[in-house]
Nanobody, 120 residues
Framework: VQLQASGGGLVQAGDSLRLSCAAS????VGWFRQAPGKGRTFVAA????????YYADSVKGRFTISRDNAENTVYLQMNNLKPEDTALYYC??????????????????WGQGTQVTVSS
């Protein structure tokens, strides 16, 4: 399983970014983030068939996870970004077929991170 995350950048508060996670197949995918000095925390996840999506409370209403299975790509649309969203964002994949995990331990495969920096 190969994962390639992209789309991070430096933006101002209130701006939007779209992260992409290109996978080598069709998997349940989760996005996690890690701020300096902190642990890796859940952001959003989507089942392999897109029937189920999950969000952390801190991003509900601002972030949207979606997927294009024809392209084996999962997107994380991030709107109304806040300085506290600043972190290294990782996508992760699992073979789960009943949904998608909301903890890092639920994923077997991880991509490299993409940095998101939101200035105030």
């Amino acid at each position: 399983v190969q994962l390639q995350a992209s789309g991070g950048g430096l933006v101002q508060a209130g701006d939007s970014l779209r992260l992409s996670c290109a996978a080598s197949g069709r998997y349940a995918v989760g996005w996690f983030r890690q701020a300096p000095g902190k642990g890796r925390t859940f952001v959003a996840a989507i089942s392999w068939n897109a029937f189920s999506t999950y969000y952390a409370d801190s991003v509900k209403g601002r972030f949207t996870i979606s997927r294009d299975n024809a392209e084996n790509t999962v997107y994380l649309q991030m709107n109304n970004l806040k300085p506290e969203d600043t972190a290294l964002y990782y996508c992760a994949a699992s073979f789960a077929r009943g949904g998608a995990a909301v903890t890092p331990s639920g994923y077997n495969f991880w991509g490299q991170g993409t940095q998101v920096t939101v200035s105030s």
